[in-house]
């Protein structure tokens, strides 16, 4: 055997017959791990090319596992293709495609909240129940709340939200100063609610990923205005992500405060009926309206016309409902102690990526926001035994290297569909059902005097025939995050 490239945890070597191959080397598994045989030192790290034939998104879960009805397009596309498995009622494995798409999903979180000033803490899980009684919301929350004690019998429930945590922790710093406002601190972490009917898959789960940001202000006209720019980065980060999401006045439910509005993406199968003005922007959660209004209350000649939404984000003006509940305060210019005005703003971040996958897929074939793909590119090798297999080796080889070497932004990005006992076609189609934005077939081109590779844009439905620079061209262009 005769290595022909050497990058990282594999190589790409050529044996006979001269089909593209794939070996690993001492040092790391092909996954980057490490194994017995330690690299040697100062060995390059660069990352290994993933391998589908390796990847741990498997068909076969689709059956068997806890039993859940399947029950709308994103649940049942994400089962089906490995990347969710149930496991309890509202409960789920995320397996590693859906973590990568969530690991892109919320740096981007990352990005707008920090845009805003947002600073980033983690908080217990496990919360005491002293907390949540001082607010009364112990008993209001009822069955939703998943309660437990500790060895002692102290109670505790398991967050579904934190105001009662984030107001306590702010409040036990005693010299928060006026110059430190806005504060604005947010987590993404796993909440836990007790939903009388968990169902859709990552839609309305028990257990699920949430971002939640809470704003400290001196004022309350400095609220408004931190509730305005938290509005702006929901907005910006929808729109980066291409979902069109409408921002309805909302229902402050238990949470509490006095202006709230969610972030309604359109759906046939969301759960929250929307009341939209053909005439002016109004639009609102009919929960707060009476009830068969058609009229709109702002411009008074538009009609609501009723749709259906799923929630991916709410916003809440709070004023001092926790804050004077908890003595959260900051001194003033005259050094006094006044209660801070806070706000709450949630984004349900496991939410999010099946409600993209539900608007975005056909019934058959996952589609995600570009920036969201668990992977961009695969890469499908020639069947193993065809002529291309045996004599594009040597482009194949060259195609990897050269998008390693010049698109370093796409390192972990590009899988190679290693699967040579499958035809293309087949392979074609598990590409199509998984939604890679693009997928490069190495065919009968890969033969030519300058080697030309078929191109499919999924997200685009075209196809192109490019060389080896064309094709570096256009993946220099592909935004990632
Ligand atoms: P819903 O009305 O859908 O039950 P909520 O109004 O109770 O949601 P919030 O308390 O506003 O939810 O939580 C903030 C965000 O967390 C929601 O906008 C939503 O995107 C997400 N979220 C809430 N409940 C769930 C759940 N059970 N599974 C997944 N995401 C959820
Ligand atoms: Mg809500």
Same mark, same amino acid.
């Given at each position: 055997?005769?290595?022909?490239?050497?990058?990282?945890?594999?190589?790409?070597?050529?044996?006979?017959? #001269?089909?593209?191959?794939?070996?690993?080397?001492?040092?790391?598994?092909?996954?980057?791990?490490?194994?017995?045989?330690?690299?040697?030192?100062?060995?390059? #790290?660069?990352?290994?090319?993933?391998?589908?034939? /390796?990847? +741990?998104?498997?068909?076969?879960?689709?059956?068997?596992?806890?039993?859940?009805?399947?029950? $709308?397009?994103?649940?049942?596309?994400?089962?089906?293709?490995?990347?969710?498995?149930?496991?309890?009622?509202?409960?789920?494995?995320?397996?590693?495609?859906?973590?990568?798409?969530?690991?892109?999903? &919320?740096?981007?979180?990352?990005?707008?909240?920090?845009?805003?000033?947002?600073?980033?803490?983690?908080?217990?899980?496990? $919360?005491?129940?002293?907390?949540? /009684?001082?607010?009364?919301?112990?008993?209001?929350?009822?069955?939703?709340?998943?309660?437990?004690?500790?060895?002692?019998?102290?109670?505790?429930?398991?967050?579904?939200?934190?105001?009662?945590?984030?107001?306590?922790?702010?409040?036990?710093?005693?010299?928060?100063?006026? /110059?430190?406002? *806005?504060?604005?601190?947010?987590?993404?972490?796993?909440?836990? #609610?007790?939903? %009388?009917?968990?169902?859709?898959?990552?839609?309305?789960?028990?257990?699920?990923?949430?971002?939640?940001?809470?704003?400290?202000?001196?004022?309350?006209?400095?609220?408004?205005?931190?509730?305005?720019?938290?509005?702006?980065?929901?907005?910006?980060?929808?729109?980066?992500?291409?979902?069109?999401?409408?921002?309805?006045?909302?229902?402050?439910?238990?949470?509490?405060?006095?202006?709230?509005?969610?972030?309604?993406?359109?759906?046939?199968?969301?759960?929250?009926?929307?009341?939209?003005?053909?005439?002016?922007?109004?639009?609102?959660?009919?929960?707060?309206?009476?009830?068969?209004?058609?009229?709109?209350?702002?411009?008074?000649?538009?009609?609501?016309?009723?749709?259906?939404?799923?929630?991916?984000?709410?916003?809440?003006?709070?004023?001092?409902?926790?804050?004077?509940?908890?003595?959260?305060?900051?001194?003033?210019?005259?050094?006094?102690?006044?209660?801070?005005?806070?706000?709450?703003?949630?984004?349900?971040?496991?939410?999010?990526?099946?409600?993209?996958?539900?608007?975005?897929?056909?019934?058959?074939?996952?589609?995600?926001?570009?920036?969201?793909? *668990?992977?961009?590119?695969?890469?499908?090798?020639?069947?193993?035994?065809?002529?291309?297999?045996?004599?594009?080796?040597?482009?194949?080889?060259?195609?990897?290297?050269?998008?390693?070497?010049?698109?370093?932004?796409? #390192?972990?990005?590009?899988?190679?569909?290693?699967?040579?006992?499958?035809?293309?076609?087949?392979?074609?189609?598990?590409?199509?059902?998984?939604? +890679? %934005?693009?997928?490069?077939? &190495?065919?009968?081109?890969?033969?030519?005097?300058?080697?030309?590779?078929?191109?499919?844009?999924?997200?685009?439905?075209?196809?192109?025939?490019?060389?080896?620079?064309?094709?570096?061209?256009?993946?220099?262009?592909?935004?990632?995050?």
């Amino acid at each position: 055997m005769q290595p022909l490239l050497q990058r990282g945890g594999q190589r790409l070597v050529r044996c006979a017959p #001269r089909a593209l191959t794939l070996v690993r080397r001492h040092g790391t598994d092909g996954h980057g791990r490490g194994t017995d045989h330690p690299a040697p030192p100062g060995a390059a #790290r660069t990352p290994s090319v993933p391998m589908v034939s /390796r990847m +741990y998104q498997p068909a076969n879960l689709r059956e068997g596992g806890q039993e859940s009805e399947l029950t $709308c397009r994103s649940q049942r596309l994400m089962q089906q293709a490995g990347l969710i498995h149930p496991s309890s009622p509202g409960c789920y494995y995320y397996l590693p495609a859906t973590v990568r798409a969530m690991e892109k999903l &919320v740096r981007l979180i990352d990005q707008e909240m920090q845009a805003i000033g947002g600073q980033k803490l983690d908080m217990p899980s496990l $919360c005491s129940a002293e907390l949540w /009684r001082t607010s009364e919301r112990w008993d209001l929350m009822g069955k939703e709340l998943f309660r437990l004690q500790d060895r002692h019998g102290a109670d505790y429930c398991l967050g579904p939200t934190h105001e009662e945590t984030v107001t306590t922790l702010v409040a036990h710093q005693a010299s928060l100063s006026y /110059r430190q406002l *806005p504060l604005l601190l947010y987590q993404v972490t796993r909440k836990f #609610r007790d939903e %009388p009917k968990p169902r859709f898959g990552l839609l309305r789960g028990r257990e699920f990923y949430m971002k939640d940001m809470y704003s400290f202000d001196v004022s309350e006209e400095a609220a408004r205005r931190t509730y305005e720019s938290v509005c702006h980065a929901y907005d910006m980060l929808f729109s980066r992500l291409g979902l069109r999401c409408v921002q309805v006045q909302a229902d402050t439910g238990n949470i509490g405060g006095t202006l709230s509005h969610e972030f309604q993406l359109p759906a046939d199968i969301g759960e929250d009926r929307l009341l939209v003005c053909g005439s002016c922007s109004f639009s609102a959660n009919v929960e707060t309206l009476p009830s068969g209004k058609t009229d709109c209350p702002r411009c008074h000649t538009g009609t609501l016309a009723e749709s259906k939404g799923i929630e991916v984000g709410h916003t809440f003006y709070l004023g001092t409902k926790y804050s004077r509940i908890f003595n959260a305060t900051f001194s003033n210019h005259q050094n006094q102690a006044v209660v801070s005005e806070m706000g709450c703003y949630g984004l349900g971040v496991t939410r999010i990526l099946a409600a993209a996958v539900e608007v975005m897929s056909t019934e058959e074939a996952i589609r995600w926001p570009g920036l969201l793909s *668990p992977y961009q590119v695969c890469i499908i090798l020639p069947k193993k035994g065809s002529k291309v297999a045996e004599e594009s080796g040597a482009s194949a080889e060259g195609l990897v290297h050269a998008l390693q070497e010049s698109l370093p932004r796409l #390192r972990g990005e590009v899988v190679l569909d290693d699967r040579n006992q499958m035809t293309i076609g087949k392979r074609l189609k598990d590409a199509n059902r998984l939604g +890679y %934005p693009y997928v490069v077939v &190495v065919g009968q081109g890969a033969l030519e005097e300058t080697p030309r590779f078929e191109v499919i844009c999924q997200q685009t439905d075209e196809t192109m025939f490019l060389s080896k620079d064309g094709l570096v061209d256009l993946l220099g262009r592909v935004e990632t995050v």
